[in-house]
T-cell receptor, first 114, second 111 residues
Framework: DTGVSQNPRHKITKRGQNVTFRCDPI?????LYWYRQTLGQGPEFLTY????????KSRLLSDRFSAERPKGSFSTLEIQRTEQGDSAMYLC????????????FGSGTQLSVL | GESVGLHLPTLSVQEGDNSIINCAYS??????FIWYKQESGKGPQFIID?????DKRQGQRVTVLLNKTVKHLSLQIAATQPGDSAVYFC??????????FGGGTRVLVKP
C-alpha cells in the first residue's frame, strides 16, 4: 500500500457525461501528478501540482479536462463531455521535493465511456 | 483477459532463473531513471532507481544497469519468483519534475 488513494476505482459513464475523480496523496508529499494509461501502454503524463499550483500540463490535456488541488492536499480531475477515446486508467501519484522524481502511484480509476 | 490488440513484449522465464529486462530511453538529457512493476489492476510500484552519475545499482534481488553511451537501461531480477510476474516499465526524468515512461515488458514466470 503506497498510501495514495484514488476514488472511485471504476467508473462507467455514457458519452457526453461529465466525470470527476479524486486523489488523496501521501500526506507529507507536496507534489501530485495525474497520468493516463491505456491497455498495453506506459502511463502518459497529464499534469502536476506543487502544493496548490498547477505547474505543468501536457498537450494531451484538452480543454475538456481540468484538474484542481485547491488546498494543496487532495486533487480532482474532471472530464467534461466524455468521449469513447477517454476510456483509460487514470493514475494519480505523489512525491516530495528532493525525492529525485520517485513517484508513488495509487491504484487508479478505470474509466469506461460507452 | 487481454485485448487482441495488446502487443507488449513478453519475457517468459523459468522460476529460479534470472531475468533481464531491457529499455532504450530517448532523451540524452535524462538524469534519473526508475523501474516500476505493475500488476493487473494496480498502479505502478517502485522497484529501483538510478541517477545518471552511476552505472549500476543493486537492491534486493534486483540490479539496474545504465549505459549512457547507448542510452540503455536494464533490470536484472535474480532467482525469479512467481510473484515477479507483472509488467515492468522503465521511466526517465529530464528537466522538470515529470517521469516519462517506456512501453513496458511483460514477465511471465513458469513454475
Amino acid at each position: 500500500d503506497t498510501g495514495v488513494s484514488q476514488n472511485p476505482r471504476h467508473k462507467i459513464t455514457k458519452r457526453g457525461q461529465n466525470v470527476t475523480f479524486r486523489c488523496d496523496p501521501i500526506s507529507e508529499h507536496n507534489r501530485l501528478y495525474w497520468y493516463r494509461q491505456t491497455l498495453g501502454q506506459g502511463p502518459e503524463f497529464l499534469t502536476y501540482f506543487q502544493n496548490e499550483a498547477q505547474l505543468e500540463k501536457s498537450r494531451l490535456l484538452s480543454d475538456r479536462f481540468s484538474a484542481e488541488r485547491p488546498k494543496g492536499s487532495f486533487s480532482t480531475l474532471e472530464i467534461q463531455r466524455t468521449e469513447q477515446g477517454d476510456s483509460a486508467m487514470y493514475l494519480c501519484a505523489s512525491s516530495s521535493t528532493g525525492e529525485n522524481g520517485k513517484l508513488f502511484f495509487g491504484s487508479g480509476t478505470q474509466l469506461s465511456v460507452l | 483477459g487481454e485485448s487482441v490488440g495488446l502487443h507488449l513484449p513478453t519475457l517468459s522465464v523459468q522460476e529460479g532463473d534470472n531475468s533481464i529486462i531491457n529499455c532504450a530511453y530517448s532523451n540524452s538529457a535524462s538524469d534519473y531513471f526508475i523501474w516500476y512493476k505493475q500488476e493487473s489492476g494496480k498502479g505502478p510500484q517502485f522497484i529501483i532507481d538510478i541517477r545518471s552519475n552511476m552505472d549500476k545499482r543493486q537492491g534486493q534481488r534486483v540490479t539496474v544497469l545504465l549505459n549512457k553511451t547507448v542510452k540503455h537501461l536494464s533490470l536484472q531480477i535474480a532467482a525469479t519468483q512467481p510473484g515477479d510476474s507483472a509488467v515492468y516499465f522503465c521511466a526517465e526524468k529530464a528537466a522538470g519534475n515529470k517521469l516519462t515512461f517506456g512501453g513496458g515488458t511483460r514477465v511471465l514466470v513458469k513454475p
